[in-house]
């Protein structure tokens, strides 16, 4: 049985936050989603996509696109300003639902870097109270979505936040309650790190509970840390590149989620902050062709 769905989200169209004018905008976005040959999508920033549910609803059946997550980002890691991040994850929450997404992905962000600057806003590694915090903020934040929405919390790794390489991901899965916390495997984001994806995949296959497929160049990311820039300062340099052009190698992950007992959604993103507004659409069409002659997708 097939059981991969395959997306894209408004990142794979250069957008990081919910208004900024370098940003492709919204109703391009939705347009050239449904040209470039997919049918679902994840939401994006909150307040990037209309937050009117009806008018969401009207603007995503116009095109025939469906809802896969919603995102939760900008308000930084669980393991502070855990009010902020309950707010806004409630937001999110109450519009995936009406737009029949049942997936939050929850992005850390900002984390410990200024994207623009690459100054440190705060150290690279929590300490043992900071880590008390975030897993059990974060299993409470799984319990609210399951309990209060039916929603499942898909935790994204992110560089440049505290959880982003190897040991840090697998601390995270072993501290938090699989009932209520999964992975946002995002694939660009750990190999940056050099985290061994398909180890994750396989160590741990509950919960591996959503994907986002990307793809980095290693030269650069290896120009990034020598360099000691900020993940911003490496996309501007074009570190997240198309797939088949650099790592995590595609057709092993794609194999080795395949395996998994699960229906998965596989959601596209190629960062391109801040992006020509003509490029994305010839790179998300040749993306999907690529994925789909690659994978077996539902």
Same mark, same amino acid.
């Given at each position: 049985?097939?059981?991969?769905?395959?997306?894209?989200?408004?990142?794979?169209?250069?957008?990081?936050?919910?208004?900024?004018?370098?940003?492709?905008?919204?109703?391009?976005?939705?347009?050239?989603?449904?040209?470039?040959?997919?049918?679902?999508?994840?939401?994006?920033?909150?307040?990037?996509?209309?937050?009117?549910?009806?008018?969401?609803?009207?603007?995503?059946?116009?095109?025939?696109?469906?809802?896969?997550?919603?995102?939760?980002?900008?308000?930084?890691?669980?393991?502070?300003?855990?009010?902020?991040?309950?707010?806004?994850?409630?937001?999110?929450?109450?519009? #995936?639902?009406?737009?029949?997404?049942?997936?939050?992905?929850?992005?850390?962000?900002?984390?410990?870097?200024?994207?623009?600057?690459?100054?440190?806003?705060?150290?690279?590694?929590?300490?043992?109270?900071?880590?008390?915090?975030?897993?059990?903020?974060?299993?409470?934040?799984?319990?609210?979505?399951?309990?209060?929405?039916?929603?499942?919390?898909?935790?994204?790794?992110?560089?440049?936040?505290?959880?982003?390489?190897?040991?840090?991901?697998?601390?995270?899965?072993?501290?938090?309650?699989?009932?209520?916390?999964?992975?946002?495997?995002?694939?660009?984001?750990?190999?940056?790190?050099?985290?061994?994806?398909?180890?994750?995949?396989?160590?741990?296959?509950?919960?591996?509970?959503?994907?986002?497929?990307?793809?980095?160049?290693?030269?650069?990311?290896?120009?990034?840390?020598?360099?000691?820039?900020?993940?911003?300062?490496?996309?501007?340099?074009?570190?997240?590149?198309?797939?088949?052009?650099?790592?995590?190698?595609?057709?092993?992950?794609?194999?080795?989620?395949?395996?998994?007992?699960?229906?998965?959604?596989?959601?596209?993103?190629?960062?391109?902050?801040?992006?020509?507004?003509?490029?994305?659409?010839?790179?998300? #069409?040749? #993306?999907?062709?690529?994925?789909?002659?690659?994978?077996?997708?539902?």
């Amino acid at each position: 049985m097939r059981r991969l769905k395959l997306g894209s989200c408004p990142d794979s169209w250069g957008v990081w936050y919910a208004d900024d004018p370098r940003q492709t905008p919204w109703s391009r976005f939705l347009d050239e989603l449904a040209v470039a040959g997919y049918r679902w999508l994840e939401l994006g920033p909150y307040g990037y996509l209309p937050t009117d549910p009806a008018e969401l609803a009207e603007e995503l059946d116009a095109r025939g696109l469906r809802c896969a997550a919603g995102t939760v980002g900008g308000v930084g890691g669980p393991h502070r300003n855990f009010r902020e991040v309950v707010a806004e994850t409630r937001r999110v929450a109450e519009l #995936t639902l009406a737009a029949g997404g049942r997936n939050i992905v929850f992005v850390p962000v900002p984390g410990y870097r200024d994207d623009a600057t690459g100054g440190y806003l705060e150290a690279s590694e929590l300490g043992p109270e900071q880590w008390r915090a975030l897993l059990d903020n974060t299993n409470t934040l799984g319990r609210l979505l399951a309990e209060e929405y039916g929603l499942s919390l898909r935790f994204h790794p992110h560089a440049d936040y505290q959880v982003e390489n190897q040991r840090q991901v697998e601390r995270l899965l072993d501290g938090t309650d699989p009932r209520f916390v999964s992975l946002c495997l995002d694939t660009g984001h750990l190999a940056y790190r050099r985290a061994d994806v398909l180890g994750l995949i396989h160590g741990y296959p509950e919960r591996v509970g959503y994907v986002h497929l990307k793809q980095m160049d290693p030269a650069l990311a290896a120009r990034a840390e020598a360099e000691d820039l900020a993940f911003g300062q490496a996309v501007a340099l074009g570190v997240s590149v198309a797939p088949p052009a650099g790592a995590p190698d595609v057709p092993a992950v794609l194999g080795a989620l395949a395996d998994l007992d699960a229906d998965l959604f596989v959601v596209v993103e190629q960062d391109m902050y801040p992006v020509d507004f003509d490029l994305p659409l010839p790179i998300a #069409t040749r #993306t999907r062709r690529y994925l789909e002659e690659t994978g077996d997708f539902a």
